[in-house]
């Protein structure tokens, strides 16, 4: 066969061989058992993109069709990326860019404003023009030094069948999201992925998907790895997701996966930067909090989501982005209050000369304009214009995807 470098669509009868490269290039399991849930899952709202060489897939990325909140609880469509992957004696040739630039142009043409990403390696995708929008925190509790202040009944937690979880769960998820910008709601089948499948190649050692709930109130999905230190309980709770939609229920879930018999600490890292949990304990050193996997976010359209936000307070704006792949480069202004607002290509002087990609870390109140100038990353023309930004696009709750895609 010809030998072809540029980015394609892969057909929907070709998908389980696009799942094997996702899974190779990742080094994690080729059996088929690991790798057909991934085929499954791009069949639907799903685009597949591949690179071919002689027939042999080179490099894959794919896009989960979906749909971030915004401050307020608008939700716009996104183009969730996921599945980045390159062959090892392929890397450092340009197919991620070449895929990156496909899949975007797409994101554009669909009408999608908004592409977003998890990186397993953060330096990769500022290039192109993904920045933070929300921050997240990882803990690393430690089970006997972790005392709640004001316990709650933990026999509030059960625990639920696969089936059940995925009837019930996304009701739940959905409502997190009304208080939550920056949240990138799963598609139907990453919620089949999260919930019901679990072949053994997954679990690296650990138990099978545990499913908790306080019915119609919140939720917590988790592993148990155990550990070998010999002299005690040395298990960790792998925890990948928490949710709830009420204090008591989030006391009691986290009361339940911090104090597990057997193990020894519980490990999470999508957490939100105002996470109730340091709150909950008397000693917040426990936790061992460290700096989890943020959210990436690509601006495709920036008018558009300027304008289906909300705003607690009136002001406005002129921004010079500068976005070297051209989505939304050029100056705009913002004319923002509690009844609306308009975002319009200007003339006038800007306010502040910004990056593409650190326009992401400022949509959704996730990174301060004013930390953002004290790094440079950002250009103020205008005295003040940063800290005039910061009270305009104030949100009350942090940015937070919940679970990883
Ligand atoms: C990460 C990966 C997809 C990059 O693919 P690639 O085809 O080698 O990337 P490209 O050649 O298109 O590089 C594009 C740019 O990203 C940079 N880059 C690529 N991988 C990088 C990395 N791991 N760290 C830092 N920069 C990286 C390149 O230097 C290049 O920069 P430049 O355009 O400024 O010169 C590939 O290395 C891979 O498959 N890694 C293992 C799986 C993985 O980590 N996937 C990412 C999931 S989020």
Redesign the pocket.
């Known amino acids: 066969m010809t030998s072809t470098l540029h980015p394609a669509r892969v057909p929907d009868d070709d998908l389980l061989r696009f799942a094997r490269a996702v899974t190779r290039?990742?080094y994690e399991g080729e059996e088929d058992a690991d790798v057909q849930p991934l085929a499954d899952v791009a069949a639907e709202d799903f685009r597949a993109w591949w690179v071919l060489d002689d027939d042999r897939v080179v490099?894959n990325l794919g896009v989960f069709e979906t749909d971030l909140s915004l401050p307020g609880g608008a939700r716009l469509p996104t183009a969730a990326v996921t599945t980045?992957?390159?062959a090892q004696t392929?890397?450092?040739?340009?197919?991620?860019?070449?895929m990156m630039r496909a899949c975007l142009d797409e994101a554009r043409d669909r009408g999608e404003p908004l592409a977003a990403?998890?990186?397993?390696?953060s330096?990769?995708y500022g290039?192109f023009g993904f920045g933070i929008a929300a921050r997240h925190v990882a803990y690393r509790t430690i089970r006997w030094r972790v005392r709640f202040r004001d316990p709650v009944d933990v026999r509030l937690v059960r625990e639920t069948m696969p089936e059940e979880a995925l009837r019930v769960w996304p009701a739940i998820h959905d409502r997190m999201r009304d208080q939550r910008s920056g949240s990138v709601a799963p598609t139907t089948a990453a919620w089949r992925l999260g919930v019901l499948v679990d072949p053994p190649g997954w679990r690296d050692g650990a138990t099978t998907r545990r499913l908790v709930e306080v019915p119609g109130r919140g939720y917590a999905r988790y592993r148990i790895k155990d550990g070998d230190a010999g002299d005690g309980p040395d298990a960790t709770v792998l925890l990948s997701e928490l949710v709830a939609t009420d204090p008591e229920a989030e006391a009691a879930l986290w009361q339940h996966v911090c104090d597990l018999d057997l193990t020894a600490r519980t490990r999470t890292w999508l957490r939100p930067v105002d996470d109730a949990l340091p709150h909950l304990v008397t000693d917040p050193l426990a936790l061992g909090a460290s700096t989890g996997p943020p959210l990436y976010v690509r601006v495709l359209d920036l008018p558009r989501i300027l304008t289906a936000r909300t705003y607690d307070r009136s002001g406005s704006a002129t921004l010079q982005v500068v976005d070297p792949d051209g989505y939304v480069d050029g100056r705009w202004s913002l004319e923002a209050g509690p009844d609306g607002a308009s975002c319009e290509p200007a003339t006038a002087e800007p306010d502040l000369v910004v990056p593409v990609e650190t326009v992401a870390c400022l949509l959704f109140g996730g990174v301060p304009a004013t930390a953002l100038l004290a790094a440079r990353r950002l250009e103020e023309r205008r005295p003040g214009a940063a800290a005039d930004l910061d009270r305009l696009l104030a949100t009350d709750r942090a940015p937070w995807t919940s679970a990883e895609f």
């Open positions: 290039h990742f490099a980045v992957g390159v392929m890397r450092r040739r340009g197919l991620l860019r070449a990403l998890f990186a397993s390696e330096e990769i290039r």
